[in-house]
């Protein structure tokens, strides 16, 4: 079993900055592949970010690409997923997600095994 807590989400001015951090217990946090996903009300679960095992590749939804960085501490087991130039459309329930799967990255929700409660975060206009 892997558990997985997410901090650091709020409510943030369009434009504005935030990262969330994502804290992982239990198994080898090197052995899995990491994933930031997002759900807003009414929409499906969304793909934004995924890193790999030793952090050195990452995949970024179109949405997202050059606003959000996600990267890896594996020494402090977390994850971290920072967010620039913030948008109302931003404004989801944000899940950090772990996989076991063999690959680099995934922006499939179905592959990971084990996910995080998710934190809020709001942009507002």
């Known amino acids: 079993q892997v558990q997985l807590v997410e901090s650091g989400g709020g409510l943030v001015q369009a434009g504005g900055s935030l990262r969330l951090s994502c804290a992982a217990s239990?198994?080898?946090?090197?052995?899995?592949?990491m994933g930031w996903f997002r759900q807003a009300p009414g929409k499906e679960r969304e793909f934004v970010a995924s890193?790999?095992?030793?952090?050195?590749?990452?995949y970024y939804a179109d949405s997202v690409k050059g606003r959000f960085t996600i990267y890896r501490d594996n020494a402090k087991n977390t994850v971290y997923l920072q967010m620039n130039s913030l948008d109302p459309e931003d404004t989801a329930v944000y899940y950090c997600?772990?996989?076991?799967?063999?690959?680099?990255?995934?922006?499939?929700?179905?592959?990971?095994?084990?996910w995080g409660q998710g934190t809020q975060v709001t942009v507002s206009s």
């Open positions: 890193i790999s095992r030793t952090g050195t590749i990452t």
């Open positions: 239990g198994r080898t946090f090197s052995n899995y592949i």
């Open positions: 997600a772990a996989s076991g799967v063999v690959g680099t990255t995934s922006s499939i929700p179905s592959r990971y095994a084990y």
